[in-house]
T-cell receptor
Framework: AQSVTQLDSHVSVSEGTPVLLRCNYS??????LFWYVQHPNKGLQLLLK??????LVKGINGFEAEFKKSETSFHLTKPSAHMSDAAEYFC???????????????FGTGTRLTIIP | DTGVSQNPRHKITKRGQNVTFRCDPI?????LYWYRQTLGQGPEFLTY????????KSRLLSDRFSAERPKGSFSTLEIQRTEQGDSAMYLC???????????FGPGTRLTVT
């Protein structure tokens, strides 16, 4: 079975400083990994995705993540935090795709990012 | 592009009542997913449609839950005899085909009193 573990439930950083949100995955197969962001009262939005191409993945709003197979990690980073980055972030894995083409997403428990002015 | 819409956005009901939620996916998206998100947790998969066919269901989907997608467009999720443990955010997502992004709606927040 596929799973992801988000190592921090809450991260606080000052505006303009780097952001690091940590995620470790477990998968018997070569996984597809995603980061989604959830702002209050808004739908989940895809930040970036890794699908076995380049290990360093760039996403929207200046975020990027690096797939490290040896460490089974997929940490999310941003060089400089902005107030608008305050939200809940989810690391997500898609493992085996069923015979019916079901690409169900398995979410981590989330990391709440707070930006200090 | 209207995105995925869900109605209602909020629903408060008394234990034992039936409730129905609606999801309108992005037009031409043939894949539709339902997820449930409880407080402090990530969303969990409930069920998957390809066009009008419900192809997979999670063990989370008890007999009190039923989902339909009658014409392969909008979908409904009904919960019968609601329980307090059903209180959660119910999310709908759609995608165009395998390997493409799932787009999420804003969710329906259910509170069972």
């Amino acid at each position: 079975a596929q799973s992801v573990t988000q190592l921090d439930s809450h991260v606080s950083v000052s505006e303009g400083t780097p952001v690091l949100l940590r995620c470790n995955y477990s998968s018997s197969y070569s996984p597809s990994l995603f980061w989604y962001v959830q702002h209050p009262n808004k739908g989940l939005q895809l930040l970036l995705k890794y699908t076995s191409a380049a290990t360093l993945v760039k996403g929207i709003n200046g975020f990027e993540a690096e797939f490290k197979k040896s460490e089974t990690s997929f940490h999310l980073t941003k060089p400089s935090a902005h107030m608008s980055d305050a939200a809940e972030y989810f690391c997500v894995v898609v493992g085996v795709i069923s015979n019916f083409g079901n690409e169900k997403l398995t979410f981590g428990t989330g990391t709440r990012l707070t930006i200090i002015p | 592009d209207t995105g995925v819409s869900q109605n209602p956005r909020h629903k408060i009901t008394k234990r034992g009542q039936n409730v129905t939620f609606r999801c309108d996916p992005i037009s031409e998206h043939n894949r539709l997913y339902w997820y449930r998100q409880t407080l402090g947790q990530g969303p969990e998969f409930l069920t998957y449609f390809q066009n009008e066919a419900q192809l997979e269901k999670s063990r989370l989907l008890s007999d009190r839950f039923s989902a339909e997608r009658p014409k392969g467009s909008f979908s409904t999720l009904e919960i019968q005899r609601t329980e307090q443990g059903d209180s959660a955010m119910y999310l709908c997502a759609s995608s165009l085909r395998q390997g493409r992004e799932q787009y999420f709606g804003p969710g329906t927040r259910l509170t069972v009193t």
